[in-house]
């Protein structure tokens, strides 16, 4: 018998266990037939944001794509002319779910921690870079008090275009949360000038960003 996925939110772990899952793969049509080249998705809480953030990275990402392909048979996907895209794009994750702090310094203290594990992620890429660049990747990956973290992440599609030689797809899920935060514990300027520094240079004119998508509440 079937299991149900209560609190599961990684697309893989439910089809590799053989949990209950409501196909939702047609979502993946939609993004991809959309012209948008970044878009937001709001949902009220447990609304399944995070499982379908999931799904979109294992269908996207260039990394494991044949092994990926696998979780995908016999959903409706499958079938769809769109199927063609799916293992062709370096994916970017992050989920900012956890960035509830009291103040700007917890945060910030996170964020670069966040940051780190996302650079050590795709450290691969630091062979196509130049020195400089490697130096600027290294201060990310120390949490550098001079790292140029405003733009870690618009750096980071650069560093990945580079080495596939392919445009980016960035998924930052719950991208609100910390501003939710911020603006409830009274520290929302030093929040909002970062992050707008942060999303903007990431998913405004960023040549290397094949597609955005950000959820919150």
């Not at 911020?182 to 903007?200: D, Q, T, V």
Request: glycine content about 4%.
């Amino acid at each position: 018998m079937k299991r149900i996925p209560i609190g599961l939110s990684d697309f893989k772990h439910l089809i590799e266990e053989d949990f209950y899952y409501f196909d939702k793969t047609k979502f993946i049509d939609e993004i991809i037939q959309d012209g948008a080249q970044v878009k937001l998705f709001t949902r009220p809480r447990r609304f399944g944001k995070t499982l379908n953030m999931s799904m979109l990275k294992y269908f996207f990402d260039i990394k494991e794509a044949e092994k990926n392909k696998k979780l995908f048979k016999d959903l409706y996907i499958e079938k769809s002319e769109y199927f063609k895209e799916q293992g062709q794009y370096p994916t970017v994750f992050i989920t900012m779910k956890d960035l509830k702090k009291n103040t700007w310094e917890e945060c910030f203290f996170e964020m670069k921690v966040l940051l780190r594990e996302l650079y050590e992620e795709f450290s691969f890429v630091q062979e196509k870079l130049s020195e400089n660049e490697k130096v600027q990747y290294d201060k990310i990956l120390s949490k550098a008090e001079d790292a140029e973290y405003g733009k870690s992440l618009k750096n980071l599609t650069n560093y990945l275009y580079r080495y596939y030689q392919k445009e980016v797809v960035v998924l930052i899920d719950e991208y609100d949360n910390p501003l939710i935060a911020a603006n409830r514990k009274g520290y929302y300027k030093e929040a909002i000038n970062f992050f707008r520094n942060f999303f903007s240079s990431t998913l405004k004119t960023n040549s290397y960003l094949k597609t955005g998508i950000l959820t919150g509440i």
